[in-house]
């Protein structure tokens, strides 16, 4: 059990370009998290899948984001035309989907750090 | 709308001290409460889970306590070391058990 790994872990990029970033979860888990973190702030929920299916986007994800996770393993998240807004800390997360949601853990990777210039 | 609230923002005690980091949220429907460990620059490490029908847990120097009905919890840190210096986030299940909401954190800086 290698954890959850997110690649790149930093990102510097010029407003206007599309940045993709990659997530691969604990193996045996089917449930995948992307949250965003900017800076003195706590995570904020993006979106989620259960196997490949995402089934819960979060308001904070406007249409230049979009997240796939094709074959229910890793998970990728693209930003479109990239603004200085988007900067922030992005966190992946994975859980089993547990019957008793109360035991619920997220686990999560160490980030990638997004700078738009 | 869950909103979590962590009090004190920032925090600096000498070695040796116990602290409480305290953690208040708005709506009480909560699958769980989990406090979170995030080093500068880093993600975050899961220090505690407490399922919604559990008052307390505990982990070595650690002990949080949940009061549900309140919208409360503390995080309580025994004998603090000066590798405890870090932020300490509390977040809560909702939404269906898919969404973690978390406070804003507690900066906690732990002096020789």
């Known amino acids: 059990d290698t954890g959850v790994s997110q690649d790149p872990r930093h990102k510097i990029t010029k407003r206007g370009q599309n940045v993709t970033f990659r997530c691969d979860p604990i193996s045996e888990h089917n449930r995948l998290y992307w949250y965003r973190q900017t800076l003195g702030q706590g995570p904020e929920f993006l979106t989620y899948?259960?196997?490949?299916?995402?089934?819960?986007k979060s308001r904070l994800l406007s249409d230049r984001f979009s997240a796939e996770r094709p074959k229910g393993s890793f998970s990728t998240l693209e930003i479109q035309r990239t603004e200085q807004g988007d900067s922030a800390m992005y966190l992946c997360?994975?859980?089993?989907?547990?019957?008793?949601?109360?035991?619920?853990?997220?686990?999560f990777g160490a980030g990638t750090r997004l700078s738009v210039l | 709308k869950q909103e979590v609230t962590q009090i004190p923002a920032a925090l600096s005690v000498p070695e040796g001290e116990n602290l409480v980091l305290n953690c208040s949220f708005t709506d009480s429907a909560i699958y769980n409460l989990q406090w979170f460990r995030q080093d500068p620059g880093k993600g975050l490490t899961s220090l505690l889970l407490?399922?919604?029908?559990?008052r307390e847990q505990t982990s070595g120097r650690l002990n949080a306590s949940l009061d549900k009905s309140s919208g409360r919890s503390t995080l309580y840190i025994a004998a603090s070391q000066p590798g405890d210096s870090a932020t300490y986030l509390c977040?809560?299940?909702?939404?269906?058990?898919?969404?973690?909401?978390f406070g804003t954190g507690t900066q906690l800086k732990v002096e020789l």
């Open positions: 407490i399922q919604s029908s559990q």
């Open positions: 977040a809560v299940l909702t939404g269906g058990g898919n969404k973690l909401t």
């Open positions: 899948f259960q196997n490949e299916a995402q089934l819960e």
């Open positions: 997360a994975s859980s089993f989907g547990l019957d008793r949601l109360a035991k619920n853990i997220q686990y």
